[in-house]
């Protein structure tokens, strides 16, 4: 799945909220309105992030059909979280695309945000917990940035290549195993 975490000059991303698809967001007007962040340039930067993950949706539905999660258990994973803002957008689009379980994983994560999330999900697995939000890319050596467009490549190539495997997985179905699991949940994301 698709979210975007918001992004306003002075902000970090992530701060003042997130958009995900089938219009899912979460925004933080009070702490926008006390950074002195206008509501406006809120509203706006929500629309336009909003408008630009319907395209990127559309787009790589054409590659990659949408995973059916009807009582199925959905694994989030995420490279960390500072604000919990993504991970709760993505949460509530699992939930409402009919996930029976939602587990969420993380390596790091800010406390008051992981508060949060816990009330979200069935399950929640966190490696390191960081007392105070921190952006999470500060906790890796080498963390890379990538486009939409190089994101969906390795989704798409991804797919292609569990599929190519699946017959060596016999008795285990099309996206069977370890990888095949860890896989699909990328893809869910």
């Known amino acids: 799945m698709l979210v975007h975490e ?4 002075g902000c970090p991303p992530g701060v003042l909220g997130a958009v995900g698809e089938e219009s899912v967001s979460v925004l933080n007007r009070p702490l926008a309105a006390r950074l002195g962040v206008d509501a406006e340039l809120l509203d ?5 992030a909003s408008a630009r993950t319907e395209d ?22 995420d490279a960390g979280v500072a604000t919990g803002a993504g991970a709760s957008v993505a949460a509530t689009i699992l939930r409402h695309r009919g996930a029976e ?5 993380v390596p790091v994560g800010a ?16 490696v390191r917990e960081m007392p105070w939000p921190r952006p999470v890319h500060e906790w890796y050596d080498a963390y890379p ?9 390795m989704l798409v190539q991804s797919a292609r290549e569990l599929d190519r495997e699946a017959p060596a997985m016999a008795g285990a179905g099309a996206h069977g195993g370890a990888r095949g699991r860890a896989a699909q949940a990328m893809l869910a994301r």
Do not use: F, I, N
């Open 111 to 126: 406390r008051s945000a992981l508060r949060q999330l816990g009330g979200q999900v069935d399950a929640l697995v966190c």
């Open 6 to 9: 918001l992004a306003v000059p």
């Open 101 to 105: 379980a939602l587990m969420l994983a």
């Open 145 to 153: 940035e990538l486009g939409d467009h190089e994101a969906r490549q």
């Open 44 to 48: 706006k930067t929500a629309q336009y």
């Open 56 to 77: 990127l949706r559309r787009a790589l539905r054409e590659q990659l059909p949408q995973q059916p999660l009807e009582g199925r258990t959905a694994v989030l994973v």
